[in-house]
């Protein structure tokens, strides 16, 4: 089973709805990352969540929320979806005693918004 | 602020050395790492190299930073097929955030 998944892994929405795209893990990291990737703009930071009651801004917040429910979950939110928020959403984790601080990433759930 | 910079695009024949280029701006950057993204599918952790080394190799791949240029590159020996794919480097700019490169395309032509 992977470590880290992400619901939906597709999803198509139109202008003006609210989704929420979820974030699970199984390696009992405290730390968990929202990110968005556009061609060509590489990976840009959402928000990010050190633990539990933890939650903070990241370069791209604006129209984003995140809610941390549990060490093992992490959710975002668009509150109104805006077809600029198209793109390809990756969750990640990572550990302090992780070698290398690595994060480890989900699959990724591709968001359409018309 | 903080910026990674990676050309787009490698092109290179079956069995040749790749070398993929990266330029950071955070001297304390603690880790720098590679990622490698297939198509349709996450970033997947290739290496990382903590940042008071100059080298690191492991099995075909080696990368060398340069801490005076703020310069990473990733060399892939024998390049195969299967090492198509996009690469990212990386920097750690404190608290396990990241900041990425755009990614470069490393199209390996048989």
């Known amino acids: 089973d992977a470590d880290v998944t992400q619901t939906p892994r597709n999803r198509i929405t139109k202008t003006g709805k609210r989704i929420m795209l979820e974030c699970s893990q199984t390696?009992?990291?405290?730390?968990m990352y929202w990110y968005r990737q556009d061609p060509g703009l590489g990976l840009r930071l959402i928000y990010y969540?050190?633990?539990?009651?933890?939650?903070n801004k990241g370069e791209i917040s604006d129209g984003y929320s995140v809610s941390r429910q549990a060490q093992a979950k992490f959710s975002l939110s668009l509150e109104s979806a805006i077809p600029n928020q198209t793109a390809l959403y990756f969750c990640?984790?990572?550990?302090?005693?992780?070698?290398?601080?690595?994060?480890?990433f989900g699959p990724g759930t591709r968001l359409l918004v018309l | 602020g903080e910026d990674v910079e990676q050309s787009l695009f490698l092109s290179v024949r079956e069995g040749d050395s790749s070398v993929i280029n990266c330029t950071y701006t955070?001297?304390?950057?603690?880790?720098l790492y590679w990622y490698k993204q297939e198509p349709g599918a996450g970033l997947q952790l290739l290496t990382y190299?903590?940042?008071?080394?100059d080298m690191k190799q492991d099995q075909r791949l080696t990368v060398l930073l340069n801490k005076k240029d703020k310069h990473l590159s990733l060399r892939i020996a024998d390049t195969q097929t299967g090492d198509s794919a996009i690469y990212f480097c990386a920097e750690s700019i404190g608290g396990n955030k990241l900041v990425f490169g755009a990614g470069t395309i490393l199209r390996v032509k048989s």
């Open positions: 955070d001297s304390s950057s603690t880790y």
């Open positions: 190299i903590f940042s008071n080394m």
């Open positions: 390696k009992g990291h405290d730390r």
């Open positions: 969540s050190f633990d539990v009651k933890d939650i």
């Open positions: 990640a984790t990572s550990d302090l005693a992780s070698v290398g601080e690595t994060q480890y």
